[in-house]
């Protein structure tokens, strides 16, 4: 269990980290403007690639771990749907880093066809989200403990609260948000990591 929390603590690290990395090589991305699978385009493509392939590993790991979420003995449904959850967001991620985006900044640039590639991918990352949303709600079941349950309903508060932010701000930063959105998704997998194999005694 204890390689498992590792290796999604690992994953989510090099995630972030690889996608940070981006920033400074590509002045032609703005991460204010621009989502981070754009990145998998151009000079930057291996190292996006490689990120996504991170967070896959994250989420498969995140997947295994989940396993041994709540008592043994109960709450089996809640259990499966926070496995099923995070082994869907795989999915949707490893499809994210074969299939490239053909979006800029979200929206389908004039003029150009959509592929079955492009379909792929952004229904990759939406089965991202999805995953996430359900492994979320499920570990609520899970996990008894209040520190943990107030901070996923944070983590989702603070979900709902980005666009409206960046409204109020008069931001048009789409990248911002969509950051926003994944630090949200991470954070919660590490939350979540951390706390099954404390309470397992890792």
Do not use: K, N
């Not at 930057?44 to 041994?68: E, M, N, P, S």
């Not at 709902?160 to 994944?182: E, H, K, S, T």
């Amino acid at each position: 269990m204890r390689r498992l929390e590792l290796t999604v603590l690992a994953g989510l690290s090099a995630f972030v980290g690889l996608v940070a990395l981006q920033h400074p090589l590509r002045g032609d991305l703005p991460p204010a403007d621009h989502f981070i699978s754009e990145y998998a385009h151009g000079s930057t493509a291996a190292v996006q690639i490689a990120a996504f392939v991170a967070w896959t590993i994250a989420l498969a790991a995140g997947a295994l771990l989940a396993r041994h979420a709540g008592p043994p003995d109960r709450r089996a449904i809640a259990r499966a749907v926070a496995v099923f959850g995070l082994g869907f967001a795989a999915a949707g991620i490893a499809m994210a880093a074969v299939f490239a985006t053909q979006t800029v900044a979200g929206v389908l640039p004039e003029g150009v066809q959509r592929t079955t590639g492009g379909r792929l991918h952004d229904a990759g990352t939406l089965a991202a989200l999805v995953g996430l949303m359900l492994a979320s709600g499920a570990s609520l079941r899970l996990i008894a403990r209040r520190g943990y349950r107030v901070t996923v309903v944070l983590l989702a508060v603070g979900l709902a609260l980005i666009v409206p932010a960046l409204v109020a701000l008069g931001l048009d930063a789409p990248g911002i948000g969509q950051r926003g959105f994944l630090l949200v998704g991470c954070a919660f997998q590490w939350r979540f990591a951390r706390e099954i194999a404390t309470s397992r005694g890792a």
